[in-house]
């Protein structure tokens, strides 16, 4: 059992859309990715999807209306519900999902990341 430091994680890479698991419990996995411009419209059709904003802030898109989520905010994206992540400026997220959920989710794309590397 260690603690993580987010900010010595996230110096770990630079690399955007591309998830990296810190931590794992229960199932679930604990992700970081850094985000920077616009992802693709995708659903997850069996999990739901926290993302908590460590630095920076980003948009999350759905098909209804659009939310900035500021640093120190978390957002759920329920299972079922399109959407899609935008930032203007770099942005570090901590995601939490379920082991083996798809970054791309049904989309799958060269963006897909299908077995993130552990930081």
Known sequence: MDKVNLAEKFALFTEHWHPRIAGELNGQ???LVKFRGD???????AEDEL????KGRFRLDLRDRSIWVEEGEFIIVPHGVEHKSFAEKEVQVLVFEPAGTLNTGDA???RTVREPERV
């Open 29 to 31: 996995q604990v992700k």
């Open 51 to 54: 993302f908590l904003v460590v």
């Open 39 to 45: 992802f693709l419209w995708h659903k997850h059709e």
């Open 108 to 110: 799958v794309s060269d």
